[in-house]
């Protein structure tokens, strides 16, 4: 009898016993953490390992990332690594025991550096502009990059470059210079300041009196090597597009050499609208920019277009008489080129099934729908049956005299409504929608 009762006893007590075990084991370390926080202070040889203090403990300098503290100046870098850790779940799985009994652990590590820098002469370089850089500081006798002192910088005309343009930045925002030296992220490029520093663009940097050419690493992230360029004169200046500048002499495309200019200068074409001497193109204000522009640069002999994605460049002969024009129709860009159309969607297209251009019109021209033109003699680029104008034919293909030819009647501005006619019909377009209509006196619609 005793022995049954220890032994129902015993199994009784185990139950939750073992319930608590179970809980523990695919619960309760689930959702365990224990954080860990720790400072490395390194000054002159020597590491002291301390307990992570409270931010208020600190002074930043300036929003820069060194602090002040102990009257001294630091650099910190922080590392932070999580073990074991728990991811986020939402799914019906979640609902599962977590098999992972090891608790999470969170351990922070800060690094303070000791920089050779005056707390009385401290002076930072922020400014407000498009780069982001809060790693140098200095005082009157040595500059620093993160915590590397910057061998031979002048401290009293050192300075970052500030970009002015979108074009400077991806060079510009990692330089600075004095009046020996260009840096890059802290390193010396090894060249003569002789005046001014200004970037030109990803492709060529002005050091006062000389140009250099900028040849970039592999990685993007190794410093630059700067060559000099004595066959190019320092009033090169930046055009609107990848890799684009120009001095008096030449266009170049990056560094190559691409056009020669003989004294005068390329410069850039703007959209317009309205087109002067073409009312009835209905172009969108050139104040809208909600679709990506291309890039024409004008010089005496082509016109260089290139559009931001991708980077092509292609270019079209000119003359400097020739009356050019810069426009966009609902989503599409064109250029008129005196009596020239181009769609440069379809002109830039690496695709060998897009239109061909350029299509010729005689002096009248109109738009309607976004891709459709009419001149005296019929639709251009028409992309449906039912909005071609039989009587088209393109000056390119014939010499032939049409005896129907188009002309403009009238235009209501209140409805959008346009007639054109010629000595059989006469034609609506209304509503972007083409209509015929083939007796005028009863303006019986043609199906």
């Known amino acids: 009898m005793k022995n049954k009762i220890n032994k129902n006893t015993l199994t009784i007590t185990n139950?939750?016993?073992?319930?608590?075990?179970?809980?523990?084991?695919?619960?309760?370390?689930?959702?365990?953490?224990?954080?860990?926080?720790?400072?490395?202070?390194?000054?002159?040889?020597?590491?002291?390992?301390?307990?992570?203090?409270?931010?208020?403990?600190y002074q930043r300098i300036d929003k820069n990332i060194y602090v002040l503290y102990d009257n001294k100046i630091w650099y910190p870098i922080s590392d932070n690594k999580t073990y074991n850790q728990r991811k986020s779940c939402t799914s019906v799985i979640c609902m599962a025991p977590n098999m992972n009994i090891l608790p999470e652990i969170r351990r922070e590590k800060t690094h303070y550096y000791l920089l050779d820098i005056n707390p009385q002469k401290i002076k930072t370089f922020n400014k407000e502009n498009s780069c982001l850089r809060k790693f140098y500081i200095s005082d009157n006798v040595n500059v620093y990059y993160n915590d590397k002192k910057i061998k031979g910088a002048d401290p009293l005309t050192f300075q970052l470059y500030h970009p002015e343009n979108k074009y400077q930045e991806d060079l510009g925002c990692q330089l600075a210079w004095?009046?020996?030296?260009?840096?890059?992220?802290?390193?010396?490029?090894?060249?003569?300041?002789?005046?001014?520093?200004?970037?030109?663009?990803?492709?060529?940097?002005?050091?006062?009196?000389?140009?250099?050419?900028?040849?970039?690493?592999?990685?993007?992230?190794?410093?630059?090597?700067?060559?000099?360029?004595?066959?190019?004169?320092?009033?090169?200046?930046?055009?609107?597009?990848?890799?684009?500048?120009?001095?008096?002499?030449?266009?170049?495309y990056h560094q190559q050499i691409i056009e020669s200019l003989s004294g005068s200068k390329p410069v850039a074409v703007q959209k317009t609208c309205p087109i002067p001497g073409y009312p009835l193109l209905r172009c969108v204000p050139s104040e809208d920019s909600t679709f990506t522009d291309y890039y024409i640069t004008r010089t005496n002999k082509n016109l260089w277009i290139q559009r931001n994605i991708p980077t092509n460049l292609k270019k079209i002969a000119i003359t400097p008489q020739d009356n050019i024009h810069y426009f966009r129709i609902?989503?599409?860009h064109y250029i008129i080129i005196n009596n020239a159309l181009y769609s440069l969607n379809d002109y830039l297209s690496n695709d060998s099934h897009q239109k061909h251009n350029p299509f010729i019109f005689s002096d009248f021209l109109m738009s309607y729908y976004s891709e459709n033109f009419i001149d005296r003699?019929?639709?251009?680029?028409?992309?449906?049956?039912?909005?071609?104008?039989?009587?088209?034919?393109?000056?390119?293909?014939?010499s032939e005299k049409k005896q129907y030819n188009l002309r403009h009647e009238k235009y209501n501005k209140k409805t959008g409504e346009i007639i054109l006619r010629d000595n059989t019909h006469r034609y609506y377009i209304q509503d972007e929608k083409l209509e015929k209509i083939e007796d005028i006196r009863t303006k019986k619609h043609t199906k």
């Open 178 to 252: 004095d009046k020996n030296n260009i840096y890059m992220n802290g390193i010396s490029l090894n060249v003569q300041v002789t005046g001014k520093v200004r970037v030109i663009n990803s492709s060529f940097i002005s050091t006062g009196q000389h140009i250099y050419a900028v040849n970039w690493p592999e990685d993007r992230t190794s410093p630059v090597h700067l060559t000099l360029r004595r066959d190019v004169s320092t009033d090169l200046d930046v055009l609107p597009g990848t890799g684009l500048s120009a001095d008096q002499n030449n266009l170049f």
């Open 15 to 57: 139950r939750p016993l073992l319930t608590i075990l179970i809980s523990f084991m695919f619960i309760s370390p689930g959702y365990s953490a224990f954080d860990s926080c720790k400072e490395y202070w390194h000054a002159d040889g020597k590491v002291k390992k301390k307990a992570c203090k409270k931010d208020s403990e």
């Open 330 to 332: 609902s989503y599409k």
């Open 377 to 398: 003699y019929g639709v251009i680029l028409s992309t449906s049956e039912d909005r071609t104008i039989a009587n088209r034919r393109s000056l390119t293909n014939t």
